[in-house]
């Protein structure tokens, strides 16, 4: 099925007599008529609900479309997408590993990077993602467990080259995990180029309507964990569930079954069934979404480039920004709905152009159909140093805009009133 196709109808299916609508199953937990039925639900020797932390059918419907519409196997919704990011990084590595990341990526998971998991003693080495295929080779050591990277890096910009990617943490046995989270999979899906895991911050164009906080995590399949010899983990017996080994067990799916009945069973950052029903309408018009989002940011970007009171504008579908091949390679030459743009005067300018807006509203959120606007330097990466945020690619004059769903003349106009004032 076509991916339009399948945001309204993967994941659920209803029967005879059943809802049209995806129903919402608030409830904890699910009765069984027997203790043995009981017991071979908690061995995982069979599949079926028990208790809402672990898997709800709300959330399972959901998590199915999702896996669809990335060509994953499974999918693993999460409490937000820093818990998604959380999860992989905990099913994949223990104390004592290391992960090699982008440096180019969200404000929230670089300081989980580079703050939380080190307390944990988990080290993560920073590359920049544009560096040469060398240079990034030297950071990986012989406790690599990952390599990650954001499709479109929120709010530096630049496109990842996925293959490339893909080709230098496979070299190293390593699964390449990729956050898609602002091109979604109507844009791009990482998988087909070699991504091994995905993630989302669902909280963004996927939910879009800015209602709901959620991630997920989708895993392709396709990562030999059996075969690479950096994951014993995955390949001895876990003590927690009478011995069992999770690349016999599961096959393809070690990652994603690792992943909840690990990590979700012991940390339960897990979504709720009234989230994924929310999300799930999101879903169902994400590609209309997607298209219009996509066409707004394009001539606003247009519009930004020839003002006089804008030095620089980052968006990757303009003809002329560096990642414009990556584009084309990745995102259908599509650049999402994200912009980058320095206004002139540098912080003092941005901050006087962002007071001066009427329609498009100062929030700390993205791919909202809602226009919005925010000044990184100053509130998603404050708690960067300067050297640091040279890094992450953001200028102190930075205005990160995510252009919504309104007519192009309205937001056109506020944004050329407002500049007036620079
Ligand atoms: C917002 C965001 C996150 C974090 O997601 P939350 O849902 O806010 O926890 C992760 N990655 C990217 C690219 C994001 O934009």
Not at 87 to 100: C, N, Q, R
Not at 299 to 305: D, G, P, S, T
Not at 326 to 348: D, M
Request: some cysteine.
């Amino acid at each position: 099925m076509n991916l339009y196709t399948q945001a309204l109808h993967a994941g659920y299916t209803p029967k005879n007599g059943e809802a049209r609508v995806l129903p919402i199953q608030q409830s904890t937990t699910f009765v069984y008529e027997k203790t043995k039925d009981v017991q071979a639900l908690f061995d995982l020797e069979a599949p079926g609900f028990f208790y809402s932390r672990l898997a709800n059918p709300t959330v399972d419907a959901v998590e199915k479309k999702i896996a669809a519409l990335e060509g994953g196997v499974a999918a693993m919704f999460t409490s937000s997408g820093q818990a998604a990011a959380f999860s992989i990084i905990l099913t994949l590595a223990k104390a004592g590993d290391h992960i090699v990341s982008s440096s180019s990526i969200y404000g929230g998971t670089f300081n989980l990077f580079a703050v939380t998991l080190k307390r944990m003693g988990i080290e993560v080495s920073f590359v920049n993602q544009d560096a040469s295929t060398e240079e990034i080779k030297a950071a990986f050591r012989p406790n690599t467990k990952a390599l990650f990277a954001e499709t479109i890096a929120n709010p530096g910009m630049n496109v990842l080259d996925i293959e490339r990617f893909a080709t230098i943490a496979h070299s190293f046995e390593v699964p390449l995990v990729v956050d898609n989270t602002f091109a979604t999979p109507f844009l791009c899906r990482p998988i087909d180029f070699g991504a091994d895991i995905v993630m989302h911050s669902t909280t963004k164009y996927m939910d879009g309507h800015a209602v709901q906080v959620g991630g997920v995590v989708v895993d392709s399949g396709k990562f030999d964990f059996a075969k690479s010899s950096r994951f014993e983990e995955f390949n001895t017996p876990d003590p927690s569930y009478h011995g069992l080994i999770y690349t016999q067990a599961f096959a393809n799916m070690a990652f994603i079954v690792k992943a909840r009945v690990q990590i979700m069973r012991d940390i339960g950052l897990c979504m709720t069934a009234q989230a994924a029903f929310y999300l799930n309408q999101g879903l169902e018009t994400l590609g209309l979404r997607m298209e219009r989002h996509c066409e707004n940011a394009l001539k606003v970007a247009k519009f930004l480039k020839q003002h006089s009171k804008v030095s620089a504008v980052r968006f990757c579908a303009l003809e002329d920004s560096p990642y414009y091949d990556l584009a084309k390679k990745y995102l259908n030459a599509k650049g999402s709905g994200v912009i980058s743009f320095e206004v002139v005067g540098g912080r003092e300018g941005g901050i006087r152009f962002i007071d001066n807006l009427k329609l498009c509203s100062l929030q700390v959120h993205v791919a909202d159909i809602r226009t919005c606007v925010l000044h990184p330097a100053s509130s998603t990466h404050r708690q960067l140093s300067d050297e640091q945020l040279q890094q992450a690619n953001i200028t102190a004059g930075l205005v990160r805009l995510s252009v919504g769903l309104e007519d192009l003349n309205d937001i056109i106009a506020d944004l050329d009133k407002a500049l007036s004032f620079v």
